[in-house]
Nanobody, 121 residues
Framework: QVQLVESGGGLVQPGGSLSLSCKASGRIYSTNSMGWYRQAPGQQRELVAVIPSGGSINYADSVKGRFTISRDNAKNTVFLQMSSLKPEDTAVYYC???????????????WGQGTQVTVSS
């Protein structure tokens, strides 16, 4: 069974910075794309950033120039560096990864449990 565990959320003042990380563990054979989504109260979950195993990184327009996604393939970990944070960035942030388990012939999408990010003075 594959698990994604996020860490790094918290409370930060507007204009501040925060880093999130998400580590995948389990019987992992291969990892395709990894990414971050967020969901604010009363709103749908939305894409923040996604980083494929190869190819271009994709950011939501609302975070371009402020957030940076990266990954460590050897550790099956994805990171999200957030800067110039705004109150509208407040949400629960979820990690997502497309993973192929050992002895499983297809990729499946997995989600982390979510970590709260609150931007407030």
């Amino acid at each position: 069974q594959v698990q994604l565990v996020e860490s790094g959320g918290g409370l930060v003042q507007p204009g501040g910075s925060l880093s999130l990380s998400c580590k995948a563990s389990g019987r992992i054979y291969s990892t395709n794309s990894m990414g971050w989504y967020r969901q604010a109260p009363g709103q749908q979950r939305e894409l923040v950033a996604v980083i494929p195993s190869g190819g271009s990184i994709n950011y939501a327009d609302s975070v371009k120039g402020r957030f940076t996604i990266s990954r460590d393939n050897a550790k099956n970990t994805v990171f999200l560096q957030m800067s110039s944070l705004k109150p509208e960035d407040t949400a629960v942030y979820y990690c997502n990864a497309e993973i192929r388990e050992v002895r499983i012939g297809i990729f499946r999408k997995y989600w982390g449990q979510g970590t709260q990010v609150t931007v407030s003075s």
